[in-house]
């Protein structure tokens, strides 16, 4: 078992702690290097993290513990047109990333009216290739229990936020609301914003909490962090993206940011311990830019 956690510090033998995870067996899951600071995610093997402390409060860094890293999230909106999108979503996201989590914008491309809002099956995909999705929608209690169709067929956990307080039972589709995040021509900096920010992240920890209790009983065979680990170390080609996270870590599997024409054998082929990657995951075209997705297989999936 492993714990995910957040070291920031000064970059200043910062290779210390880098190789001191790589001692204990653990993985740099994301790093960040903002100016002459470092953000860097990583997953420790529980017993392990008092030494990640000791190590952190050498080098005067701070340790704190990222509940959300290792999960990649899709934060949905109507559209991202300023009608539907003035702040809400964007510091919703923001406040995420700060307990480690991996997040999507996502805008709808049929948004833009109560009357036509509308999502594609396409759209339904993308979203479905995430661990969570929350969609961020408005101030208005009816317009927000109508839009129940973006969402009530959605295969994984999701959340619905708006300005009004609402039963969750009368959204058709969605596992938990979060109120007092409507449409706000402003940033969330008052006091009842951050409640509601807070709120939003309990929320998001225990669905994701729900889902590693319900993947402890049939996990994959391999975790998702080791697999990230080797297609760094095999796939020369990571070497060269420039995008964010080029291998995105999921609750069960990952987002390779490569071309899938071009590069899905060679990620077939990474090998994990004495089996080919292809042979323990299934390896798929991703709605996101044509990049590689990787599902893991679990134990009850290939008896």
Do not use: W
Not at 37 to 61: F, Q, S, Y
Not at 159 to 182: K, R
Request: net charge negative; charged share 30%.
């Amino acid at each position: 078992m492993y714990e995910t956690l957040t070291y920031t510090g000064g970059v200043y033998k910062s290779e210390e702690i880098k190789e001191l995870i790589e001692d204990l067996g653990g993985f740099i899951l994301q790093e960040n290097i903002i100016q002459m600071d470092l953000v860097l995610n990583m997953a420790i093997p529980i017993d392990d993290v008092d030494k990640i402390k000791e190590k952190a409060k050498e080098l005067l860094g701070e340790i704190t513990f990222a509940p959300m890293a290792g999960s990649e999230i899709a934060i949905v909106s109507p559209t991202l047109a300023r009608h539907h999108l003035p702040h809400a979503a964007c510091d919703i996201s923001e406040y995420l990333r700060r307990f480690g989590a991996k997040d999507n914008m996502i805008g709808l491309s049929r948004g833009a009216g109560k009357g036509i809002a509308g999502i594609t099956q396409e759209e339904k995909y993308l979203i479905e290739e995430h661990d969570i999705a929350i969609f961020a929608l408005g101030s208005f209690k009816q317009c927000i229990i109508d839009k129940y169709f973006l969402y009530n067929d959605i295969d994984i956990p999701v959340i619905v936020t708006g300005a009004p307080e609402i039963d969750v039972n009368d959204l058709d589709g969605a596992d938990a609301y979060v109120s007092g995040l409507g449409r706000i021509p402003r940033r969330l900096k008052r006091g009842e914003n951050i409640r509601a920010l807070r709120k939003l992240v309990e929320v998001v920890e225990k669905m994701l909490d729900n889902k590693r209790r319900e993947m402890a009983f049939d996990p994959p065979l391999v975790p998702s962090i080791l697999v990230k680990n080797e297609i760094e170390k095999q796939v020369e080609a990571i070497k060269a993206v420039t995008s964010p996270i080029p291998v995105t870590s999921q609750m069960d599997g990952l987002r390779v940011k490569l071309d899938y024409n071009k590069y899905h054998e060679e990620i077939e082929n990474v090998m994990i311990d004495d089996k080919k990657l292809k042979e323990i995951a299934d390896i798929k075209k991703s709605f996101m830019y044509n990049y590689i997705l990787v599902k893991l297989l679990n134990e009850s999936s290939i008896v």
